[in-house]
C-alpha cells in the first residue's frame, strides 16, 4: 500500500457519501457502484467505502489515479487485518481511453457506440420457461410491465440524445397487453426491434397486435435454436420448434423484416451449420443470423460469465432500474441506477466505468450479441 496514504481517519474531511462494498471486488460491480456514487457527489467532496475484500486496497488505488480522484486515507475497522475503510475524495473527470475491441466468441461484431442502442423490458412473464433463460422468465414469473409513459419517455430522451436503435426484449414482448402502444411510442422516434420466441401472435388480440405495427419501422428477431426440432425443443418445450417456424413464415408473409438467433451450449454449437442451411431456404440473409452463447444468468448453470470487465456496455431499462446489459437484469451488481430514467445520467455512469477500465488497459473484453 503506498505509505504516503493517511493511516487515521481525524485528516479525512466530512464524508458526503458512504457505501458498503461487502465482498464485492472491482471487476464483479464494486467499480460500478462506487462510480454511480462518486458521481452523486460534488468535486472536492468525500466518499466512504467499505469494504470486506482484500484485493479493493490494490485496486481502489488504480482506479482513484485513472479516475482523476484522491485516495485520502485507509484504515482497517479491527487492529487485525480488515474489513477496511477507504475515504475517496472526487476529483475531475479524466478523459477516455481507447482500447482495442475485443473479438466475440460466436457471431462477430464491434461494440455498439455508447448512446446509439438502448434495451427496454417490457414484461419478464413468458410462455416458456428455457433453461437457460438470462432474465428469469417463465409463466410463473412477476409479469413486472413497463408502462407504455415509461416507454415513450425513454424512446423521447433516447432519440434526444443521438439513439439510433431501441430494442424490445422479455420475457414474451406479446404477452405485454400493450405491446402495440408501446412498440408504436417507441418506433415513432427511432427503428425497433421486438425479440420474440413466435409463438403466440398467431390469432387473437396479439395477430392484430402484431399486424397493427409499422413494417417500415419494426424488426421481429425470432428465437431459433436448431434446424430441427430436438435441440430446440430439449431447451424451449416440445412443439416449440414447429410453432417457432410457423412464426417466422407468418411474420415474412406479412411483410416484416425478420432476424432470427440461436442460443447454443459449446456442446452444441456445431449445429449451427445446418440452421445456417434452414434459414438460407427461408429466405433469412446472413446478417439477420445470430449465433450467441448461453449467458451465466438467470436460469443458467452455466455460460459465459457477465460481468463489467468481460462484456461491452448495452445500457438496458426495466420498470424497475437501469442495467449494464440486458442479460445481466438478474444481477444487482451490475445494476446501474434504481430509476430507469434520466438516461443522460445512466449514460454518465457508464462511460465513467468504462474510461477507467480502458486506461487501466482492461482489454480482453467480448461483445456479448443480443441481436
Not at 462494498?21 to 452523486?40: E, V, Y
Not at 455508447?114 to 416458456?128: A, I, M, V
Not at 439510433?164 to 422516434?189: K, S, W
Not at 462511460?351 to 480502458?358: A, E, F, K, M, T
Amino acid at each position: 500500500m503506498d505509505p504516503t496514504i493517511a493511516s487515521a481517519a481525524e485528516a479525512v474531511p466530512r464524508v458526503a457519501v458512504e457505501y458498503d462494498g461487502g465482498d464485492m471486488d472491482c471487476g464483479s460491480g464494486l467499480l460500478l457502484a462506487i462510480t454511480t456514487r462518486m458521481r452523486s457527489i460534488d468535486v472536492g467532496e468525500v466518499m466512504l467505502l467499505h469494504t470486506r475484500e482484500p484485493s479493493v486496497l490494490a485496486d481502489l488505488p488504480a482506479w482513484a489515479r485513472l479516475s482523476g480522484h484522491d485516495l485520502l486515507a485507509v484504515q482497517p475497522e479491527r487492529p487485525a487485518a480488515g474489513p477496511w475503510r477507504l475515504w475517496v475524495r472526487r476529483g475531475s473527470p479524466r478523459t477516455a481511453w481507447s482500447a482495442p475491441a475485443a473479438q466475440p466468441a460466436y457471431s462477430s461484431g464491434a461494440p455498439a457506440p455508447l448512446g446509439s442502442r438502448l434495451w427496454l423490458y417490457s414484461n419478464f412473464h413468458c410462455n416458456l420457461a428455457c433453461g437457460y433463460c438470462c432474465a428469469g422468465s417463465s409463466p410463473r414469473a412477476l409479469p413486472r410491465l413497463m408502462p407504455v409513459e415509461l416507454a415513450g419517455e425513454a424512446a423521447r430522451q433516447f432519440a434526444e440524445l443521438g439513439g439510433r436503435e431501441l430494442l424490445i426484449t422479455g420475457g414474451e414482448p406479446f404477452l405485454h397487453p400493450q405491446l402495440d402502444e408501446l412498440t408504436a411510442v417507441c418506433a415513432d422516434r427511432t427503428p425497433v426491434t421486438v425479440l420474440t420466441n413466435a409463438m403466440v401472435f398467431g390469432k387473437g388480440r396479439r395477430r392484430a397486435m402484431l399486424e397493427s405495427m409499422d413494417r417500415s419501422r419494426v424488426t421481429l428477431q425470432i428465437s431459433l435454436d436448431s434446424a430441427g426440432p430436438t435441440l430446440h425443443d430439449r431447451q424451449r418445450g416440445a412443439g416449440s420448434h414447429a410453432r417457432a417456424m410457423d412464426g417466422i413464415r407468418l411474420a415474412r408473409s406479412l411483410g416484416f423484416g425478420v432476424r432470427v438467433a440461436a442460443t447454443y451450449r459449446p456442446e452444441d454449437v456445431q449445429q449451427a451449420g445446418d440452421l445456417h442451411r434452414v434459414l438460407s431456404d427461408l429466405g433469412i440473409v446472413e446478417d439477420d443470423r445470430l449465433i450467441r452463447p448461453v449467458a451465466h444468468e438467470g436460469f443458467a448453470d452455466g455460460g459465459v460469465e457477465i460481468t463489467l470487465d468481460s462484456v461491452e456496455p448495452e445500457p438496458t431499462l426495466t420498470v424497475d432500474g437501469a442495467w449494464w446489459h440486458p442479460v445481466a437484469i438478474t444481477d444487482d451488481h451490475l445494476k446501474v441506477a434504481e430509476s430507469p430514467l434520466p438516461l443522460a445520467d445512466m449514460y454518465s455512469v457508464i462511460r465513467d466505468v468504462v474510461s477507467v477500465q480502458r486506461a487501466a488497459g482492461a482489454e480482453g473484453r467480448s461483445v456479448f450479441r443480443c441481436t
